[in-house]
């Protein structure tokens, strides 16, 4: 199940969670954003309990937006133990999407 990533709850579900935390900084507006999706669905579901897929909506978390210098969506990162492990820009297949956090 992906996790809607919030300001309130980025400490909790972000910064303390025991398993790699896949971000995706998207928006409604956003094609390549819209295009990744389903496939971002699949991995949370697949990958539960070792991998958390949370969504960051630009529009409405600016500020977090800001905190990871977002300049293009959809922007993809992986962070483990509260830190940044890898950031990808751009829409891509599944199995690319996978390759960031194995």
């Known amino acids: 199940m992906e996790i809607t990533i919030t300001k309130e709850n ?10 790699p935390v896949l971000l995706d900084f998207w928006a409604t ?15 949370a579901e697949e990958q539960a309990g070792r991998v958390k897929v949370g969504k960051i909506n630009v529009d409405e978390e600016y500020e977090l937006a800001m905190q990871f210098g977002v300049t293009s969506i959809p922007l993809l ?3 483990q133990d509260g830190k940044i492990v890898k950031k990808s820009v751009g829409a891509m297949p599944k199995a690319k999407i996978e390759a960031l956090f194995k």
């Open 77 to 79: 990162v992986v962070m």
């Open 29 to 43: 507006w956003c094609g390549p954003c819209m295009m990744i999706a389903p496939a971002l669905a699949q991995i």
């Open 10 to 19: 980025f400490e909790a579900e972000v910064l303390n969670s025991s398993v």
